[in-house]
């Protein structure tokens, strides 16, 4: 009998926590601005989004997304958790605009599996993200997403 209720009290704390869980979701699901991707980083004027590549997903965040400094930081989730890290980090933000330069990104290090880069973004308009990230077994994981950085 005491098992029985352990079981009923442990199946209504997980409900009440999917209930909650689900109100929050539903309450902070705001679409307006450049702030939308799966997690949510950075300012009201960033751009986050998650990409997968050799099954490795990437948390990427690009805040603010308009002209100007601009941070732009990564945070990799490979298979079997953070204890296969990513090793290294490059990228670049090509514009669509022929007549701007490529932005190459030098990122460094800001923990396991956490890199950022700081620069500046010359122009709006649309620009493409790049990340070439070194998983530890030296295997390339390529990562490409458009984003749109305002005046």
């Given at each position: 009998m005491r098992t029985l209720n352990v079981l009923r009290r442990a199946a209504l704390t997980a409900s009440m926590a999917l209930a909650i869980g689900v109100g929050l979701t539903a309450c902070g699901s705001e679409t307006a601005g450049p702030k939308q991707g799966v997690h949510?980083?950075?300012g009201k004027?960033?751009?986050n989004v998650s990409l997968v590549a050799e099954e490795v997903i990437a948390?990427?965040?690009?805040d603010p997304a308009r002209v100007g400094t601009v941070l732009v930081h990564a945070e990799f989730a490979p298979p079997g958790g953070k204890l296969q890290p990513v090793?290294?980090?490059t990228g670049n933000l090509v514009p669509s605009d022929a007549s701007l330069s490529t932005i190459v990104l030098w990122?460094?290090?800001s923990g396991t599996n956490h890199f950022h880069y700081e620069f500046e973004v010359p122009a709006p308009g649309e620009w493409t993200l790049e990340l070439d990230a070194v998983l530890k077994d030296g295997t390339p994981a390529l990562y490409t997403t458009p984003v749109t950085i305002a005046p």
């Open positions: 949510d980083h950075g004027d960033a751009f948390d990427v965040t690009v090793v290294s980090l990122f460094e290090n």
